[in-house]
Nanobody, 122 residues
Framework: QVQLVESGGGLVQAGGSLRLSCAAS????????MGWFRQAPGKEREYVAA????????LYAGSVKGRFTISRDNAKNTVSLEMNSLKPEDTAVYFC???????????????WGQGTQVTVSS
């Protein structure tokens, strides 16, 4: 089992920044690829960013590329999402997740956090 707890969400004005963090506990964190997903009201959960176990590979959804940065610290069992130039359409509940492989497919993620709300006002 891997337990994931997100933090750092909140209310920010358009153009602002937020940094989300996800703390992991349980099984060896460095064995897992990590991802961030988000779900807006009335919409399906969508992939935001993913990072491989060794940080060598990162992928971003087109809607956030150039604005968001995913990173991880295996010594601290954390994964972060730095979000800049936020837009109202970024408003959603953001989830971190762990997968035994590096993937952007949410169905291949085994463990999920409870989510943290990000609200961007215009």
């Amino acid at each position: 089992q891997v337990q994931l707890v997100e933090s750092g969400g909140g209310l920010v004005q358009a153009g602002g920044s937020l940094r989300l963090s996800c703390a992991a506990s349980g099984r060896t964190f460095s064995n897992y690829g990590m991802g961030w997903f988000r779900q807006a009201p009335g919409k399906e959960r969508e992939y935001v960013a993913a990072i491989s176990w060794n940080s060598y590979t990162t992928l971003y959804a087109g809607s956030v590329k150039g604005r968001f940065t995913i990173s991880r610290d295996n010594a601290k069992n954390t994964v972060s999402l730095e979000m800049n130039s936020l837009k109202p359409e970024d408003t959603a509940v953001y989830f971190c997740a762990a997968s035994p492989i590096f993937t952007i497919n949410p169905s291949q993620y085994t463990y999920w956090g409870q989510g943290t709300q990000v609200t961007v006002s215009s």
